[in-house]
């Protein structure tokens, strides 16, 4: 804000202009005037007597952090001019977009990540959420749906009903994320993660019937005994087969974050477009993105809206879904 590194002290006069909200009296340290572009009002050691000629309201302190003695100074200036010292702190460069203030035994403590499913409550509450509607769905659709799906998956090729797979859910703990199975059978690889290779448009190995089901998103309603198991939730980001989170993970910044809550059935990312198919590292930045923003901004009403957009985009349908 008027430094190149905001190393410096800002004042501001109460009135409220620009963007900024704050009429800048100018800047207190060693800087040169005609790369500042601003009033550049002295050195540090000068800056009593620039408050007392200044009359400023408030200053901002934003001195490197190893700079004690500095640091000890302007905090004392202002004590004795009883101006009040904001201190400003780029955490940003931590790769941290929410934050929280505590305070343990007097300090005061920063926390650099905080979601609101950190809160006990919320959790309870979005876990209560979960049970009550994956209740009614087994009672009222699966209750009928799956005996009949599973005898058309019999009917259509050789292998089980169902599939699962390892993935990674809350906290990184490996869960088995089950699904009706839509591809044919290979012998003894009917759940092996290590011959991974994500279905694509027109994949041979898709059933006939596979692809209703992929089309319509109906082989992942299983997923709903995971919720109610507790492995999953009906709104999280979505959980990658482990070969991909492996393959990501190294490559897209803060994606192990995406495993800080439950994942889910369907999520942010996937009613946005994201969906199907991860084609490149962008496109999984954008996903990651997605979920992050999720987990950052939860809230019940949110759930609600991915819930319905989810409803919506299967009746009008999904060219990514195959």
């Given at each position: 804000?008027?430094?190149?590194?905001?190393?410096?002290?800002?004042?501001?006069s109460?009135?409220?202009?620009?963007?900024l909200?704050?009429s800048?009296?100018?800047?207190?340290?060693?800087?040169?005037?005609?790369?500042?572009?601003?009033?550049?009002?002295?050195?540090?050691?000068?800056?009593?007597?620039?408050?007392?000629?200044?009359?400023a309201d408030?200053?901002?302190?934003?001195?490197p952090?190893?700079?004690?003695?500095?640091?000890?100074?302007?905090?004392?200036?202002c004590e004795r001019k009883?101006?009040?010292?904001?201190?400003?702190?780029?955490?940003?460069r931590?790769?941290?977009?929410?934050?929280?203030?505590?305070n343990?035994?007097?300090?005061p403590?920063?926390?650099?990540?905080?979601?609101?499913l950190?809160?006990?409550?919320?959790?309870l509450?979005?876990r209560?959420?979960?049970?009550l509607?994956?209740?009614?769905?087994?009672v009222?659709?699966?209750?009928?749906?799956t005996?009949?799906?599973a005898?058309?998956?019999?009917?259509?090729?050789?292998?089980?009903?169902f599939?699962?797979?390892e993935?990674?859910?809350l906290?990184?703990?490996?869960?088995?994320c089950?699904?009706?199975?839509t591809?044919?059978l290979?012998?003894?690889?009917?759940?092996?993660?290590s011959?991974f290779?994500?279905?694509?448009?027109?994949?041979?190995?898709?059933?006939?019937?596979?692809?209703l089901?992929?089309?319509?998103?109906?082989?992942?309603?299983p997923?709903?005994i995971?919720?109610l198991?507790?492995?999953?939730?009906?709104?999280g980001?979505?959980?990658?087969?482990i070969p991909?989170?492996?393959?990501?993970?190294?490559?897209?910044?803060?994606?192990?974050?995406?495993?800080?809550v439950?994942?889910?059935?369907?999520?942010?990312?996937q009613?946005?477009?994201?969906?199907?198919?991860v084609?490149s590292?962008?496109?999984?930045?954008?996903?990651?993105a997605?979920?992050l923003?999720?987990?950052?901004?939860?809230?019940?009403?949110?759930?609600?809206?991915?819930?319905?957009?989810?409803?919506?985009?299967l009746?009008?349908?999904?060219?990514r879904?195959?």
């Open positions: 804000m008027g430094s190149p590194d905001f190393s410096s002290n800002m004042y501001r109460g009135k409220l202009i620009n963007n909200e704050y800048i009296v100018g800047f207190v340290g060693e800087f040169n005037q005609q790369s500042m572009g601003a009033n550049v009002l002295g050195p540090i050691r000068e800056l009593e007597s620039i408050l007392s000629t200044t009359n408030e200053v901002f302190l934003a001195l952090n190893h700079n004690l003695e500095e640091i000890t100074f302007v905090v004392d200036c009883n101006v009040q010292l904001n201190v400003v702190n780029d955490f940003n931590l790769g941290a977009s929410t934050k929280s203030l505590t343990y035994a007097g300090f403590i920063v926390s650099l990540r905080y979601f609101p950190d809160d006990p409550e919320n959790r509450f979005k209560v959420f979960d049970i509607f994956s209740f009614l769905v087994l009222f659709v699966l209750s009928w749906l005996p009949l799906i005898l058309l998956i019999k009917l259509n090729s050789r292998g089980p009903v599939f699962k797979q993935r990674w859910g906290n990184n703990k490996k869960i088995y089950y699904k009706f199975r591809m044919f290979e012998e003894g690889k009917e759940n092996d993660n011959q290779s994500p279905a694509r448009k027109n994949d041979p190995r898709v059933t006939s019937l596979g692809k089901l992929r089309k319509t998103s109906l082989d992942e309603l997923q709903f995971n919720v198991m507790g492995d999953m939730s009906v709104v980001p979505r959980p990658h087969p991909l989170s492996l393959e990501a993970k190294d490559v897209v910044q803060h994606y192990m974050l995406r495993h800080l439950k994942p889910g059935i369907t999520g942010w990312a009613v946005n477009g994201s969906r199907g198919e084609q590292q962008l496109e999984m930045r954008t996903r990651v997605f979920d923003w999720y987990i950052e901004n939860w809230s019940f009403w949110l759930d609600c809206q991915i819930i319905f957009q989810t409803i919506v985009n009746l009008k349908g999904d060219e879904a195959y």
